[in-house]
């Protein structure tokens, strides 16, 4: 537990994926509001209340929940506030809280038909069946107060919502007018680099979105807000913002460099292209790995430097 300023205190919470632990704010304002909620399991939950309790507040003294995006090691503890009657996040965070049974069904869809596009043999699509075992570290609720990038957080006018999109659809930040301090979430770290992960469009009829794009974009836009300090939601709180942001865009480009290399030899899918960009992972984390390698190609596609053709129901990529 850190005291950051005279309004916000940082709470760090562990959870049991690879990431490590997470950190969540207490916020003090016209409320007392908690940003991102961790993990739901046993440990995070006694982690929590001591240092809430080290801090001098009890579950009942929290009012609101503002949560950065929708993954379960930011939406755990949702349901432990009885007195926090508002949940205020991106509109797409509410279909993951009431686990939206049509838009469940569409996820799956969409990532059978992306992977059999992108040539991905059947016996690696048992991963489909795993994608919902995540929730079960994830609170169940629902969004009560639909924020997005203007808006000023309820009963804490100086902090301002920013659109980061990229790691995840619902993604947001919140910059402090006063003294430029940025609550990022996983849009930017300063020990790894943010993974930009491919999802379905919300409605089906619409193409999907590019999630490599869009945080590339949503990290230049960091670049011109005044951000002073980061307090991420994973890994230590940093200032660098001016130096990171292009470190991490010119290794997203050498990434992406490493693939346009592997198309100059011969036209290629997506998965024989995450098979040789990571040939111990791709099994283990096929739905990380293949998020990274579709990024990059949208990436070069987005910049002409490469086409992509379909035969035989495959899509295959062609450098030029
Ligand atoms: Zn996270």
């Known amino acids: ?60 003294d929290i009012e609101q929940i503002i949560l950065t995006h929708h993954h379960p090691d930011h939406i755990g503890l949702i349901e432990e506030f009885p007195r926090a009657r508002s949940i205020v996040a991106h509109e797409n965070v509410d279909l993951w809280l009431t686990r939206n049974e049509s838009f469940f069904q569409h996820y799956e869809c969409f990532f059978r038909e992306l992977f059999v596009t992108s040539g991905v043999p059947e016996q690696f699509m048992g991963f489909l069946d795993k994608l919902r075992v995540p929730l079960r570290y994830a609170g169940k609720g629902h969004v009560t107060n639909v924020i997005s990038e203007g808006d000023v957080l309820p009963g804490h006018q100086e902090w301002k919502v920013i ?21 990022g979430g996983d849009h930017i770290l300063s020990h790894i680099s943010s993974n930009p992960l491919i999802e379905p469009p919300i409605n089906e009829e619409e193409a999907r979105p590019k999630p490599m794009l869009q945080y590339r974009s949503n990290l230049q836009k960091c670049l011109d807000l005044g951000i002073s300090k980061v307090y991420p939601g994973h890994g230590d709180i940093f200032s660098n913002v001016e130096t990171l942001v292009p470190l991490r865009l010119e290794k997203q480009e050498q990434r992406a460099g490493k693939v346009l290399t592997l198309l100059k030899e011969y036209p290629q899918t997506a998965f024989q292209l995450c098979q040789q960009i990571f040939p111990r992972q791709y099994k283990k984390q096929l739905d990380l790995t293949m998020s990274e390698t579709i990024g990059q190609l949208d990436y070069l596609e987005d910049s002409n430097l490469i086409s992509k053709t379909y035969e035989g129901g495959l899509l295959y990529y062609h450098a030029g």
């Open 1 to 60: 537990m850190k005291i950051l300023d005279q309004k916000i205190s940082q709470l760090t919470i562990p959870t049991p994926f690879a990431v490590g632990d997470t950190h969540v704010y207490l916020l003090k304002g016209d409320m007392l509001s908690l940003v991102d909620a961790g993990v739901k399991t046993k440990e995070a939950r006694e982690a929590f209340m001591i240092q809430l309790k080290e801090l001098g507040y009890k579950p009942t």
């Open 163 to 183: 659109e980061t999109k990229g790691h995840a659809q619902s993604h947001l930040s919140f910059i402090n007018k006063n003294d430029g301090s940025f609550i």
